[in-house]
Structures are given as structure tokens and as C-alpha cells.
């Protein structure tokens, strides 16, 4: 599986970005797709992960009720709809796809390069 992040960019505070990640390859059904992110000077994080058809979803508490995962198997890409964006989001995002149910980086097999999310106060 390759996956190939995109959609980040400068927002100011309170707006609005959406991720997409797009999965090459097959087996793609066969994993749970989840997004990190790392600030300068911080460790990875857990964003958010969705299950392989979609129906269960999983947030950091510091995300819940302002980020959305979800994802479209038919065309292999999972979204990270961000809302009421505050200065604390900004960092690089990462999508990654794992075999299991998990919020450690370390569980997840593949990887996207990354894109940018900045925030302005």
C-alpha cells in the first residue's frame, strides 16, 4: 500500500481544511487508515482512525467534535475534515494505514509523506 497525503495549507484560526489521502495498491479494504500528526519539536501524535469499511471511528480527545474521519474504499481515499482550526493543530500530518485497531504509530505498516497544516492567531 502507498498512500499519498495532500490537501494541507495556512488557515486562520476557526477555519476549515480537509486531508485526503490517496492509497495505491491492493489490499487497501484490509486496513484501518489513520492520521498523526508532529509539531516542531514534538513526537508523532494520533489524530484520528477509521475502521476498514468505515463505521467506527476513533479521535484524540483534543480533535473530538471539531475533526472528522471518514473514507471512500471505492476511491481508496480516507479524509481528515478539520474544523474550528486553532493554532495548536498546526503541524505536519501524516496518514498511515495499519492491520489493527490501534492509536501507536508503531502499529501502523505504511506510511504518507506528510503535508502541512499551518494556523494563524
Known sequence: VQLQASGGGLVQAGGSLRLSCAASGNMYNRYRMGWFRQAPGKEREFVAIVSRHGTSTRYTDSVKGRFTISRDNAKNTVYLQMNSLKPEDAAV???????????????????GQGTQVTVSS
Not at 500530518?93 to 506510511?111: G, I, K, P, T
Open 93 to 111: 500530518y501524516y496518514c498511515a494505514a495499519s492491520r489493527l485497531w490501534s492509536s501507536v504509530s508503531d502499529e501502523f505498516d505504511y506510511w
